[in-house]
């Protein structure tokens, strides 16, 4: 047993510090991938409330395709796809080299644009939750419809929206599991190696379950934070927003 626990270990033959490298590969990813994702979905939720039919046509297209196509899939077709119609490209215009996107950078790509269209949902419904009293009473203060949403809406929106966005961060990590197979050293792609080398997977895939296990008490403690904090105001005026 002790001989099985030292190859979690950080002497030699032990693949702790390889462990480490790859929860931080995993935890940064998720980290380049949310503002990325939130700011992309809260763009298609406005285009899904805008007046231009071709916009919110646009909008349900994009939501519905990233939504139901597998993210590995989208992973794929990120990576490889995308990847050979850009060296097609590089090569066209005559630039030297080879056009490569970094497993990082395709990583980052692929799960952002899956978590916008999940997002946005969350983002339309916050929005649908907003008073339209609310754009109006800005309005009447002289506010443009820009400083109406960076003041008055969106603080508001934060509050509405984040117990969806939460659920949606937690779901990002789990899904940065993906990125292993396109060779990223996240966690999942040190201990498939580290149990092809040494032929104990429940001990490695144990190891992986604990830190993702670890990541995900955190979070929820961090966002249980941060939900505090935006609803005090609300609560001090007995929950009104009128």
Known sequence: ???????????????????????????????????FGLALGLIVALGKR?????????????????RGVPELLTLYIIYFGIQILLQELWAKLGL??????PPFVAGMVALGVVLSAF?????????????????????ALGL?????F?????????RVALPGLGNNWMVLLKETSLVSVITLPDIMFITTRANVVTKEPFLFFG??????????????WGLGR??????????????ATR
């Open 96 to 101: 030297p080299g080879n056009f490569s996107m």
């Open 144 to 148: 443009s419809k820009a400083q109406a």
């Open 207 to 220: 190891a992986a379950m604990l830190i993702y296990f670890a990541f995900s008490l955190i979070s929820a």
């Open 1 to 35: 047993m002790l001989d099985k626990l030292a190859l979690l270990g950080f002497g030699q033959g032990g693949w702790g510090l390889a462990l480490l490298q790859g929860a931080f590969i995993t935890i940064s990813i998720a980290l380049a991938t949310l503002p």
């Open 50 to 66: 805008s007046d231009s039919a071709i916009l919110r046509w646009l909008s349900t297209v994009y939501t519905t395709v990233f």
């Open 150 to 158: 960076r003041l008055v809406v969106f603080p508001q929106l934060i």
């Open 226 to 239: 941060v939900e505090a904090r935006t609803n005090r105001g609300f609560a001090a005026f007995g929950g």
């Open 119 to 139: 997002s946005s949902e969350v983002w339309v419904g916050a929005l649908n939750s907003i008073q339209k009293g609310q754009r109006e009473a800005a309005s």
